[in-house]
Protein backbone atom coordinates (compact mmCIF):
# COMPACT_ATOMS: atom_id res chain seq x y z
CA UNK A 1 0.00 0.00 0.00
CA UNK A 2 1.40 3.50 -0.69
CA UNK A 3 2.18 5.92 1.98
CA UNK A 4 2.81 9.52 2.04
CA UNK A 5 6.01 10.16 4.66
CA UNK A 6 6.18 14.24 5.57
CA UNK A 7 9.55 16.09 6.84
CA UNK A 8 10.68 19.22 7.55
CA UNK A 9 8.80 20.47 9.85
CA UNK A 10 9.66 22.52 13.23
CA UNK A 11 9.90 25.47 15.22
CA UNK A 12 10.82 28.96 13.24
CA UNK A 13 10.71 32.50 13.47
CA UNK A 14 8.01 34.67 11.94
CA UNK A 15 9.53 35.93 8.63
CA UNK A 16 11.58 32.51 8.21
CA UNK A 17 11.26 30.32 5.74
CA UNK A 18 11.14 26.15 5.93
CA UNK A 19 10.83 23.64 3.05
CA UNK A 20 8.57 20.34 3.36
CA UNK A 21 9.27 17.12 2.08
CA UNK A 22 6.38 14.39 1.02
CA UNK A 23 7.92 11.28 0.20
CA UNK A 24 5.81 8.30 -1.68
CA UNK A 25 6.57 4.45 -1.18
CA UNK A 26 5.36 4.04 -4.28
CA UNK A 27 4.83 5.45 -8.21
CA UNK A 28 1.59 7.88 -7.62
CA UNK A 29 2.73 11.15 -8.17
CA UNK A 30 3.07 11.37 -11.97
CA UNK A 31 -0.34 10.35 -12.50
CA UNK A 32 -1.99 12.31 -9.27
CA UNK A 33 -3.27 15.52 -7.93
CA UNK A 34 -0.88 15.97 -5.04
CA UNK A 35 -1.92 18.59 -2.61
CA UNK A 36 -0.91 19.91 0.77
CA UNK A 37 -3.69 21.13 3.48
CA UNK A 38 -3.03 21.96 7.00
CA UNK A 39 -4.80 21.99 10.69
CA UNK A 40 -4.64 25.11 12.76
CA UNK A 41 -4.82 24.30 16.79
CA UNK A 42 -8.56 24.13 17.55
CA UNK A 43 -9.31 24.58 13.48
CA UNK A 44 -10.68 22.38 10.93
CA UNK A 45 -8.11 20.89 7.90
CA UNK A 46 -8.12 23.59 5.56
CA UNK A 47 -7.07 23.55 1.92
CA UNK A 48 -2.97 25.14 1.46
CA UNK A 49 -1.28 24.49 -2.09
CA UNK A 50 -2.68 21.59 -4.84
CA UNK A 51 -0.16 20.45 -8.04
CA UNK A 52 -2.15 18.69 -10.66
CA UNK A 53 -0.14 16.90 -13.51
CA UNK A 54 0.61 18.92 -16.56
CA UNK A 55 2.13 21.60 -14.16
CA UNK A 56 -1.34 23.85 -12.99
CA UNK A 57 -0.88 24.90 -9.03
CA UNK A 58 -3.60 26.48 -7.23
CA UNK A 59 -2.82 28.26 -3.37
CA UNK A 60 -5.09 29.61 -0.91
CA UNK A 61 -5.55 32.84 -0.35
CA UNK A 62 -4.08 33.39 2.75
CA UNK A 63 -0.22 31.71 1.56
CA UNK A 64 -0.22 33.04 -2.10
CA UNK A 65 3.05 34.60 -2.89
CA UNK A 66 4.77 33.30 -0.35
CA UNK A 67 4.40 29.26 -0.34
CA UNK A 68 5.28 26.96 -3.82
CA UNK A 69 4.62 23.69 -4.07
CA UNK A 70 6.63 21.59 -6.42
CA UNK A 71 6.93 17.69 -7.08
CA UNK A 72 9.17 15.60 -8.59
CA UNK A 73 7.88 12.78 -10.00
CA UNK A 74 11.19 11.04 -10.68
CA UNK A 75 11.74 10.69 -6.98
CA UNK A 76 7.95 10.34 -6.06
CA UNK A 77 8.81 13.74 -3.92
CA UNK A 78 6.49 16.72 -3.37
CA UNK A 79 7.32 19.83 -1.72
CA UNK A 80 6.07 23.17 -0.03
CA UNK A 81 8.39 25.82 0.44
CA UNK A 82 7.12 28.21 3.05
CA UNK A 83 8.51 31.85 2.88
CA UNK A 84 7.59 35.12 5.37
CA UNK A 85 6.24 32.58 7.44
CA UNK A 86 3.35 34.37 9.99
CA UNK A 87 2.14 33.17 13.42
CA UNK A 88 -1.12 31.74 11.68
CA UNK A 89 0.67 29.39 9.78
CA UNK A 90 0.99 27.34 12.60
CA UNK A 91 -0.51 24.37 12.14
CA UNK A 92 -0.13 20.13 11.47
CA UNK A 93 0.70 20.10 7.64
CA UNK A 94 -0.92 16.93 5.64
CA UNK A 95 0.44 15.75 1.91
CA UNK A 96 -2.49 14.38 0.43
CA UNK A 97 -2.97 12.29 -2.78
CA UNK A 98 -6.31 11.21 -3.69
CA UNK A 99 -7.11 9.53 -0.88
CA UNK A 100 -3.74 8.84 0.54
CA UNK A 101 -3.01 10.93 3.84
CA UNK A 102 0.78 11.76 5.29
CA UNK A 103 0.34 11.04 8.76
CA UNK A 104 1.32 15.24 9.28
CA UNK A 105 3.85 17.03 10.40
CA UNK A 106 3.90 20.12 13.00
CA UNK A 107 4.86 23.36 11.83
CA UNK A 108 5.32 26.13 14.78
CA UNK A 109 6.05 30.25 13.95
CA UNK A 110 6.92 31.67 17.06
CA UNK A 111 9.56 34.22 18.60
Known amino acids: QVQLVESGGGLVQPGGSLRLSCAASGSIFSSNVLGWYRQPPGKEREFVAI???????NYADSVKGRFTISRDNAGNTMYLQMNSLKPEDTAVYYC?????WGKGIQVTVSS
Open 96 to 100: NSGLI
Open 51 to 57: SIRGGST
